[in-house]
């Protein structure tokens, strides 16, 4: 479960860090904003080093489907844009590649 988490609060920084500078770039929104992106940013990639796979690789393939996730949720939840039967089949294929990666049995 603390992979699930720590791939969800990434998922939260990374998404955060670029609406920032997407904010900052396409909307006009203060260089200011370039402040707390860049924080967030550097949080996120942190935080994936704390994730325990063994190799990075494999870590951030893994997250690749959670993030899929993560940036529906933000176009339903921040920009009111509700995922259409294709996005959510599509995130459901992620997820279950994700989990593959992650739980899948090693032989090294």
Avoid at 13 to 22: D, K, M, R, S, T
């Amino acid at each position: 479960m603390q992979i699930v988490a720590a791939y969800l609060a990434a998922a939260g920084l990374e998404i955060a860090g670029c609406f920032a500078v997407w904010a900052h770039v396409r909307k006009g929104a203060s260089h200011w904003w370039l402040v707390p992106g860049a924080v967030a940013l550097g949080a996120f990639a942190y935080l994936l080093t704390r994730v325990e796979i063994g190799a990075a690789g494999r870590t951030y393939a893994a997250y690749g489907g959670v993030y899929i996730a993560a940036s529906l949720a933000w176009l339903w939840v921040v920009e009111g844009v509700r995922p259409d039967r294709w996005d959510m089949f599509g995130t459901v294929v992620c997820l279950a590649g994700a989990a593959v990666i992650v739980f899948g049995p090693r032989t090294t």
